[in-house]
């Protein structure tokens, strides 16, 4: 049986921070884990950040409620989970993500946690676990289902690698060529497309 | 993290052997894991009465597409999916439960397959794996979940005790009586409530 594992930003929506860093003119907020493989490094530089800047947990929700799904996301989500099951595997927060799930049609996201004092300033996070997207991937591998697997960038090639069949989604050209048995895909009917090919 | 694990019939569907049944005048069909704890039993059972009567997928199917959720069963999980994140486990079967899943927003539905002839005929069923619901609440556990879970009979107990909550809904009064540690709820109301009050 089918399950079909996808990567957050960059696939689905927009990079989240990378908005933040525009929205809040704090360029220095664009770093994602394309520039900064080391995940817990980056999220200790951008919460740093965020306190020095004064930008709390409600300036954020405000800016990823005026984000929109990536173009074709929401026809593709649609398209399968009517033809199979679909989990979301993302190194983003639940608190982050709310927003974008409920225009995505609350799909089940796997993810991390935001530690926030009650004043909205963001303290912390809790990672659910380390690399849990290859976690997961084995354990519903575990599960006996056949995982297919979609992302774009470093905090992805774990579960692209765990999964029976690992697909990139416009990954950087250093990216795919450092990764040649992945194939790759540039828009979402690309990615439907080798999705069918790999589905049982 | 909080998930919550669901029991689909029974608590978001009607039983859909019985909806079955009813529509094609068997009543012997109308025999459950409540009547038959063994469950390879139950199903070997169902499919040869199904052949017997010729009834094929597409009858079956179409009685199918003719059921709706329980009442108060959208509203729920409508609300649960905002509130967190949901997993559906069941021992239904994919080609049996979309219609049901379409009408309830294509939750992730993790349960087994039917193997079915070109005829439409119901040649056997594949088991995903034995135990499977308990299995999954072990699995999502290993991922550092706080799983709460919720089902009505007997093939919900090892997912019940294996969560770190389990709720009954709407079980039978022996049954409630044979498990006596796990709280009882009779609508989607008091299930909600129920899990409000055990959520991280």
Chains 1, 2 share one sequence.
Request: glycine share 6%.
């Amino acid at each position: 049986m089918n399950l079909v594992c996808l990567d957050l930003e960059g696939v689905l929506v927009p990079e989240i921070w990378i908005a933040v860093a525009e929205k809040t003119g704090r360029p220095e907020l664009r770093r994602t884990t394309r520039d900064e493989p080391d995940y817990d490094k980056l999220m200790r530089y951008r919460l740093e950040l965020l306190d020095k800047h004064g930008i709390t947990l409600p300036h954020i929700q405000e800016v990823i409620g005026s984000l929109r799904p990536l173009e074709g996301a929401l026809e593709f989500m649609t398209w399968l989970r009517a033809r199979t099951q679909v989990i979301i595997l993302s190194d983003t927060f639940e608190q982050f993500a709310a927003p974008l799930m409920k225009q995505l049609g609350w799909p089940t996201l796997l993810c991390h946690e935001l530690i926030v004092a009650p004043t909205g300033r963001i303290t912390g996070y809790q990672l659910r676990m380390a690399d849990q997207k290859r976690r997961a991937v084995e354990a519903l591998r575990g599960l006996n289902y056949h995982i297919v697997a979609a992302g774009d960038s470093h905090n992805d090639l774990s579960m692209l690698l765990a999964a029976n069949h690992g697909i990139l989604f416009r990954p950087t050209d250093a990216f795919a060529a450092a990764n040649p048995t992945l194939p790759v895909t540039r828009d979402h009917a690309a990615l439907r497309k080798e999705i069918e090919k790999v589905l049982k």
